[in-house]
């Protein structure tokens, strides 16, 4: 059973930038599908961005396109998340999730970490 564990949520401004972590406890198939997901109180969980393990190719959710940028380490398994020009609208739990194939759904992902909150301040 492959453990994702999240890392780097923090407070920020708006405007300012974070950078977030997962590391994979199991080093992922080129074929599996890498993402995150946030969720603010009150909501249902959103998708932010993927990476496909394997040819690196990324996907982002239109609000933080331009914004946010996805990578991986292969070597180190491990996913970042970096953000930039923070909103207010960007803060919640943030999730890390590996998946066998792409997806905006949190149904296309098998496996979560438990989460790094990020709090941005208006």
């Known amino acids: 059973q492959v453990r994702l564990v999240e890392s780097g949520g923090g407070l920020q401004q708006a405007g300012g930038s974070l950078r977030l972590s997962c590391a994979a406890s199991q080093r992922p198939y080129s074929s599996h599908v890498m993402a995150w997901f946030r969720q603010a109180p009150g909501k249902e969980r959103e998708f932010v961005a993927a990476?496909?393990?394997?040819?690196?190719?990324?996907y982002y959710a239109d609000s933080v396109k331009g914004r946010f940028t996805v990578s991986r380490d292969r070597t180190e398994s491990t996913m970042d998340l970096q953000m930039t020009s923070l909103k207010p609208a960007d803060a919640g739990l943030y999730y890390c999730a590996r998946g066998n194939s792409y997806g905006v759904s949190p149904a296309s992902y098998l496996h979560w970490g438990p989460g790094t909150q990020v709090t941005v301040s208006s």
């Open positions: 990476i496909r393990w394997g040819s690196g190719a990324t």
